[in-house]
C-alpha cells in the first residue's frame, strides 16, 4: 500500500561510530587525548572490554546487540559516565556497582531477561536518570518506589512487556515527557495518571484500553496520542481542551461514528482506520484546514459528504478498502493534496476534475473495477508516482500513448495485469525511476524504454518477453533488472539470473561482434570490386517470382565480363 504509517517516534537514537577527543585546533586544551564516546554495538562480544574500564573521561559507552550475560563491578569506575546501551545482551541482573553511576542520564536495558526483583533497587539510586529503556523484558509490573526514586526521568520506555495495570505512583514523575506502553495489557490509567503535566507523547498502542480518564485535558502539553488496537467505543468529551494535541491515532477500535465527540481544534494528524465508520463524521470535517493527514482506510465509507470540501489543508488522504464505486468529487476541490489512495475501493472511473489537483504527487488506484485505463490521470502532470497494479480487481489491457504526459513520474506500478504491449511513448517519461510491469502478458519492452536515462529499478518478471531491445546497455544507472520466468533468447535466461552487469557484458559482446562482421563485409566488397567481378549488387541477382533465377540478365552480365576480357 502506497499510504505511509504514522510517523514512527523511535527511542533509540541514532548509533555513531566510535570516536575520541584528539589535539586539534578545536579541542580545547584539557580535552586533548581524552575518549569520550565509545561503539561496541553488534561486536558479538561475550564480555566488556577490559580496556573501557581504563577510560576514565568517558561520557557514551554503546554495548548493544553482543553477548554480555553480566555487568562487572569495575563499571564503578566509569565516574563520568553520562549515557550506557547494553540493550540486545544477555544480562539476567545488574550489579550494585551500576548505581555508584551517579552522572548517567540514559540507560537503556531492553531485550534482556533481567531478573526484575533484583534491578529495582540499583536503578533506585540513579538519581539523575533522565532516561530509561526498559523494552522487551518481560516485566509484570513497574514498582512505584522506582517511580518515587527516580523524579527527573523525562522518557520512560515500557513497550513490549505484560503490564496489566500502572502504579498510582507514576505520577510522581513529574518530567516526564515521553511515555511509551505499546503491546502491553493495560485496561486503565491510574487515578491521578493526568497529572503528569509535562507529558508530550503518550504511547498505548496494542493494549485492552476500554475507556480514558475524564480528566485527560488536564494534559496540556500532549502532543502525540497514540491509542489503535484498542478497546474503545468512545473519547471523552474532555479531550477536545487538549490544545497542543497534534497527532491522534484511534485506528482499529470499536468507535460509535453517532458518539464520536468533538475532536481538538489543533490536530494536523487524524487516524480513524479500522473503525466501521460508515460515512466520514462530522466532527472530522469541522476540523477545516487545520487537518494535514487524514487516514480513513477499511472504514466502510460509501460516500463522502458535502462539508468534507472544507477540509481544505490536507495534504495525504487514505480512503482505501473502502466501497466507493464512483469517484468521490468533493476531493478534486481539495488544492493541496500531494498523496491519494483509493486502493481496493471497488472504484469504476476517475472524476475529469482530478486535473484540479495541481500539487498531487502520488495516487494509488490498484485493486479497483476500471473498465478501462482511466486517461483522466494523464492530465495530473505533477504525479511521481502512480499505482495501477491490480491484484483484485478488473485487469488493464492497454495502456494509453498519453501517459507520457506525466513528464514528473518516478515510479510506475503497472503489476498483475494483461498488458501486451507498453506505449511507444514510454521512453518520454524521462524522469522515471522505477518501472514495474511483472506479471502481465508483455511480449516485448519498447526500444524507447532505453532513452530513459535514470531508470534503476526494472521489474518485469512473469510475461513472455523473447528479446530485450537493442542497446539495452544505454541504461548505465540500472541497479535492478528482475527479467524471471519469460522465455528469454536474447539474452538467455541464464545470463539475467546473473545481474545487470552480465546483461551489460552479453550487450557489449554482441556489439564488437557485429562491428567486426560489418568490417569483414566491407572488406569483401571491396575485394569483389578490385577483383573486377562487378558490384557487389550484381552477384546476388535477383529471383522472379516463380523463384527461377532472372535469366535475361545473367546472359548480360556474362557478355559484358567477355567484353572486358577481349
Not at 453517532?258 to 489543533?266: E, V
Not at 486535473?355 to 486517461?375: V, W
Not at 528469454?488 to 539470473?497: M, V
Not at 567486426?516 to 570490386?529: E, L, P
Request: charged share 25%; glycine share 6%; hydrophobic share 35%.
Amino acid at each position: 500500500m502506497l499510504a505511509a504509517g504514522l510517523q514512527q517516534f523511535s527511542c533509540a537514537p541514532a548509533q555513531e561510530s566510535g570516536r575520541c577527543v584528539r589535539e586539534g585546533a578545536d579541542v580545547p586544551p584539557l580535552l586533548r587525548g581524552r575518549v569520550l564516546f565509545q561503539d561496541f554495538g553488534e561486536m558479538q562480544l561475550p564480555s566488556f572490554p577490559p580496556a573501557v574500564f581504563q577510560l576514565q573521561h568517558l561520557e557514551e559507552l554503546h554495548l548493544e546487540g553482543n553477548l554480555i550475560e553480566e555487568i562487572p563491578p569495575q563499571i564503578g569506575r566509569l565516574r563520568r559516565l553520562r549515557v550506557l546501551y547494553l540493550n540486545g545482551n544477555r544480562l539476567q541482573q545488574v550489579c550494585e556497582e551500576l548505581g555508584e553511576l551517579q552522572r548517567l542520564q540514559s540507560l537503556d536495558l531492553s531485550d534482556n531477561p533481567l531478573n526484575c526483583s533484583a534491578l529495582t533497587e540499583t536503578l533506585c539510586r540513579l538519581r539523575q536518570l533522565r532516561e530509561l529503556r526498559l523494552y522487551h523484558n518481560n516485566l509484570k509490573q513497574l514498582p512505584g518506589q522506582l517511580c518515587k526514586k527516580l523524579r527527573h526521568l523525562q522518557l520512560l520506555g515500557l513497550s513490549g512487556n505484560k503490564l496489566e495495570s500502572l502504579p498510582w505512583e507514576i505520577r510522581s514523575l513529574s518530567e516526564l515527557q515521553q511515555l511509551y506502553l505499546q503491546c502491553n495489557n493495560l485496561q486503565g490509567l491510574p487515578v491521578g495518571f493526568c497529572q503528569l503535566h509535562h507529558l508530550e507523547v503518550l504511547d498505548l498502542r496494542d493494549n485492552e484500553m476500554i475507556s480514558l480518564p475524564a480528566d485527560i485535558n488536564c494534559l496540556q502539553n500532549l502532543k502525540h496520542l497514540y491509542l489503535a488496537d484498542n478497546n474503545l467505543a468512545f473519547i471523552p468529551q474532555t479531550l477536545s481542551s487538549c490544545s497542543s494535541l497534534c497527532v491522534l491515532d484511534i485506528s482499529r477500535n470499536r468507535l460509535d461514528p453517532h458518539h464520536l465527540c468533538p475532536l481538538p481544534g489543533s490536530l494536523a494528524e487524524l487516524d480513524l482506520s479500522g473503525n466501521r465508520l460508515h460515512t466520514v463524521p462530522a466532527v472530522v470535517c469541522e476540523l477545516g484546514a487545520a487537518l494535514q493527514l487524514l487516514y480513513l482506510k477499511n472504514t466502510h465509507i460509501r460516500n463522502l459528504s458535502c462539508c468534507f470540501s472544507q477540509l481544505t489543508g490536507l495534504r495525504l488522504l487514505d480512503l482505501s478498502q473502502n466501497v466507493l464505486r464512483y469517484f468521490p468529487k468533493q476531493i478534486c476541490s481539495l488544492g493541496h493534496l500531494e498523496v491519494l489512495s483509493l486502493d481496493d475501493s471497488k472504484l469504476k472511473e476517475v472524476a475529469p476534475g482530478i486535473k484540479n489537483l495541481s500539487k498531487l504527487k502520488t495516487l494509488g488506484l490498484t485493486g479497483n473495477r476500471f473498465r478501462a485505463f482511466p486517461q483522466e490521470i494523464c492530465f495530473v502532470k505533477s504525479l511521481e508516482k502512480l499505482y495501477l497494479g491490480q491484484d483484485h480487481g478488473m485487469k488493464f489491457i492497454h495502456i494509453p500513448e498519453e501517459i507520457s504526459q506525466l513528464v514528473n513520474l518516478r515510479e510506475l506500478y503497472l503489476e498483475n495485469n494483461e498488458i501486451e504491449f507498453l506505449p511507444s511513448t514510454t521512453g518520454l517519461l524521462r524522469n522515471l525511476v522505477v518501472l514495474d510491469c511483472h506479471e502481465n502478458r508483455l511480449l516485448e519492452l519498447p526500444q524507447s524504454i532505453v532513452d530513459i536515462p535514470g531508470l534503476k529499478h526494472l521489474l518485469a518478471s512473469c510475461n513472455r518477453i523473447r528479446h530485450l531491445p537493442a542497446n539495452f546497455d544505454k541504461l548505465k544507472n540500472l541497479e535492478i533488472a528482475s527479467l524471471e520466468r519469460n522465455p528469454l533468447e536474447k539474452p538467455l535466461d541464464e545470463i539475467c539470473h546473473k545481474g545487470v552487469s552480465a546483461i551489460f557484458q552479453y550487450f557489449e559482446k554482441l556489439k564488437t561482434q557485429n562491428l567486426k562482421a560489418t568490417k569483414i563485409q566491407a572488406w569483401w566488397r571491396g575485394q569483389m570490386v578490385r577483383k573486377e567481378l562487378g558490384p557487389f549488387k550484381n552477384l546476388f541477382p535477383k529471383k522472379d517470382k516463380k523463384g527461377k533465377k532472372d535469366k535475361g540478365k545473367e546472359e548480360k552480365g556474362k557478355q559484358q565480363q567477355k567484353g572486358k576480357k577481349k
